[in-house]
């Protein structure tokens, strides 16, 4: 990909915390940029569709570089145009078909697993030294609910989320004595404009289906809203785990519908 970022803004010279949001086209992503712009953090918006990358700094101002985490290439680049950075938001991921196991299609489960897990520990692994030298980094792993158990269907997603999680949990372990805090958010049901589409591959009767009937799902700014509460806490407070869900969802198969 060509280098597509704009000049990023110099911490030194704002002051500002500096943060980078991947998967920030759409959706949680898209209101993380949003939402820490607002608390007076500089922001590089990061995802693979530039038009939307653009739309998303002319409305708010933010940086952007059009990437994809599972390219060494692009993140070199986006290290570079992240520059010193206080916090990584690693919310690029999803989920791809509703296979049982005994029928599972192996490129839905290589494709979560190269985003989910190897873009999360590719991209984390390349931004820490610049990260570490500020005094006060943070590393966000945006998860799931499917993070912490199983469900039919999910075997693809939950293998990769809980691989994920395990990751989040090592890194805070290695780098115990280093001013960074390893963060853990975990959504359940949250109503995007593409989560569901794209796992039930763009059929979006069956996408609008999933939320049918549920009193106030989750929706983006909810997650964007925890995701900022635990990066501002003061920074010797580590919020190791946030478990998300509506107050219909009281487990992965127990989801209260309006007839």
């Known amino acids: 990909m060509t280098d597509n970022a704009q000049t990023p803004v110099s911490n030194e010279t704002t002051g500002k915390l500096r943060a980078v949001v991947t998967g920030a086209s759409t959706g949680i992503g898209d209101a993380t940029v949003r939402r820490l712009l607002a608390e007076g953090w500089s922001v590089l918006a990061v995802a693979r569709r530039e038009d939307r990358l ?8 933010c940086d952007y570089v059009a990437a994809d985490i599972t390219s060494d290439e692009d993140v070199a680049r986006i290290v570079e145009a992240a520059g010193p950075t206080h916090a990584l938001v690693n919310n690029a991921g999803g989920a791809r078909g509703v296979d049982r196991v005994d029928a599972a299609d192996l ?92 796992r039930l591959g763009n059929d979006q009767a069956k996408a609008d289906a999933v939320y049918e009937g549920v009193p106030n799902p989750l929706v983006a700014e909810d997650i964007a809203d925890a995701i900022v509460w635990t990066l501002t806490r003061p920074h010797h407070v580590n919020i190791d785990l946030m478990v998300i869900k509506p107050l219909a969802q009281a487990a992965f198969h127990k989801v209260y519908k309006e007839a």
């Open 107 to 198: 490129d839905n489960y290589r494709w979560m697993y190269e985003t989910n897990v190897l873009g999360t520990v590719r991209l984390t692994k390349a931004m820490l030294p610049q990260m570490i030298p500020t005094g006060r980094a943070d590393v966000l792993l945006l998860t799931s609910v499917a993070a912490h158990g199983a469900y039919e269907g999910g075997g693809g997603y939950t293998a990769a989320k809980n691989a994920e999680r395990i990751i989040g949990e090592t890194l805070r372990l290695e780098l115990n004595g280093q001013p960074v805090r390893v963060i853990e958010i975990a959504p359940g049901m949250v109503q995007t404009e593409e989560f569901s589409l794209r």
């Open 54 to 61: 653009a739309k998303l700094a002319a409305e708010t101002g």
